[in-house]
């Protein structure tokens, strides 16, 4: 009785200081929230409503910048292509990234070094990654690829010059850079998995891929989960790469929503264009996250 | 069918031997219990008789067939894990169904055998939920479950008790020996608690260091140990032991050859008050009382001897001896009849006069 009263605050004190308190004390954090994401957000909404080109003033317009995108062919391009990247980059990275880890969970001293080297790639700038790619996948022989594949009687291949090559060559650098990392969250995973599952496992006659479906991946599948949405965050907005190798290019084959937003925004003044664009790209990844969740969260095994 | 025959097993790990050339035969429809201290190599021999550990040399067989190379699942037989070792992502009935998926049993005769084992240990309430939301016990039962599923010919139990508490372990006991007996498979159980050994195995092989020390029924185990190791390991508290010679007034004739050690049990001692306890063929010790426990029907006094060597003595309460003090000074004696010798390689030896004779 006595215990439970004086856990309680006195009534005279339920004023001023101690109801604002708290306010105060998340204020700091709501006010970066606010200035930086939440008034942008907002700002970006009212500005896809106008026409402006960062200089003159600002014309409202109404729908019409929404209204010339839906009826844009190049638009509808531009979205098929990032729904096309994103799709390929999450599901060949995290396949990629299960057979890594597999392959080393055993520490031995091997699998130690390839984890050390597929895991490189992520400390190197994503520019410079750009650069060195942009030669290697050069279209004449001058690039490494065409040049080791020529001796097998195979190509030229126009790696970024191939309309129907390019978008692939770009998640083959994405897949490069991130499936050292993937596959290194995976393997700790892996590694959580105890040995006794496995041994009442063999004791049960599992087949190896029975094991691998019905123990090994749903055990780890809160990782994967938070893996797979944490790709397709970074799918869509893929810009660095496609800025130096591509430029959208060819026809438009490798243009995506982050890259054209700054292309219409900062290179052809569109403000309010871009703006458009940036409602939509919010819209899709909530839209596809909320999907994402709905779909797969009862698979998911938290511990 | 369930019949398992070691023979030769070794096993060690680099330079450390953890089994050294052991035999054993562990009979069909047995409750043989392998009981021993940690470390002693108990459960590396079950997890070689299961396959999940390879033995370095001999050999084994399951059923008089030589399991060399055989995978675990094909070995006719089911374990049961001291932590259970539950499917943390199945329901129960996918834990218990795994098994028989995985040998391609139609889903009607899968049902059918769930429906009938969960009725057995009494899980049909629980079918649906996953393991984190049941009890210790009830995950137990799904272990069982689990295994008795298969209908193996030899169910082989880690420890299975010794998560779960006091109270619920005694129940499940009981409930492990009416399912032996209603399966009538070969159970072989491993355990460090002699008291499970003891109260469980139809058969008990007491294991020290890799090596088995005796094998023998509970009965037999109690009252006839082999040597030093087997008084001491079972019995709470443990046989006293005395070297011969802490003994002055050591009294009954004629002693066997070869005797080191002598032992009693501690309720066979009989406390006499007035010191020197009655007279015939025995051994009269005199000693101090300096401990004193409630066991509930039973007092344990610990003793001291005159040369200051601890015994343990247990008496009936209620009785004119139950309400010693500390400091008392008492008289024990032991009946001749309930002395045990062993030598000096802690063998037990037999006096002449009643060699074999197994009256108690």
Sequence with gaps: ?303 | MGEIRLENVDKSYGDKEIIKSLSLTIEDGSFTVLVGPSGCGKSTILRIIAGLEKKTGGNVFIGNKNVEGVEPGKRNLAMVFQNYALYPTMTVRQNIEFGLKNIKIPKQERDRLIDEVTGIVGLTAHLEKKPQFLSGGERQRVALARAMVKKPAVFLMDEPLSNLDAKLRQQLRLELIELHNRLGATFLYVTHDQVEAMSMGTKIVLMDNGRIMQEDTAHDIYNYPKNVFSSKFIGSPPMNVLELGELSEYLPTPLPAGVKFVGFRPEKAKIAENRRGSGGDGLSLEATVTGREMLGSEILYSVELTNKRKLAVKVMDDTEISQLEYGTQIGLFISSRHIIFFNDAEERVTAPYRAESKVI
């Design chain 1, 1 to 303: 009785m006595e215990r439970s009263v004086r856990l309680k605050p006195r009534n005279g004190e339920r004023t001023g200081w101690s109801m604002a308190r708290p306010y105060i004390l998340v204020l700091p954090a709501i006010a970066i929230l606010a200035v930086f994401y939440i008034y942008p957000i907002f700002y970006n909404v009212y500005l896809s409503f106008h026409s402006w080109n960062m200089r003159g003033s600002m014309k409202f317009i109404g729908l019409q910048n929404y209204l010339e995108l839906f009826k844009s062919a190049d638009f509808r391009q531009i979205i098929m292509n990032t729904l096309v990247y994103m799709l390929m980059n999450v599901s060949l990275t995290v396949v990629l990234a299960i057979a890594l880890a597999m392959f080393l969970r055993k520490s031995t001293l091997i699998s130690r070094f390839i984890q050390t080297l597929s895991f490189t790639p992520n400390i190197i700038s994503l520019v410079s990654i750009s650069m060195i790619w942009s030669w290697l996948m050069t279209a004449d022989e001058s690039g490494l690829f065409n040049y080791v594949l020529s001796f097998l009687g195979l190509g030229p291949f126009g790696w970024l010059s191939d309309k129907h090559l390019a978008l692939f060559s770009l998640v083959l650098v994405a897949i490069w850079k991130s499936v050292g990392l993937n596959a290194l969250i995976i393997t700790s995973s892996l590694g959580s998995i105890p040995d006794y599952l496995y041994e009442a496992a063999r004791l049960d006659n599992a087949s190896k891929s029975a094991t691998f479906f019905s123990i090994t991946l749903k055990m780890i599948s809160p990782t994967l989960f938070f893996l797979i949405l944490m790709n397709i965050i970074s799918s869509f907005e893929v810009f660095e790469t496609i800025n130096v190798m591509t430029q959208g290019g060819p026809d438009n084959a490798t243009n995506t929503l982050v890259f054209s937003i700054y292309k219409q925004g900062f290179e052809y003044y569109r403000i309010g264009y871009a703006s458009a664009m940036a409602v939509i790209l919010m819209i899709m990844i909530g839209l596809i996250t909320v999907f994402y969740f709905k779909a797969l969260e009862k698979n998911v095994h938290y511990r």
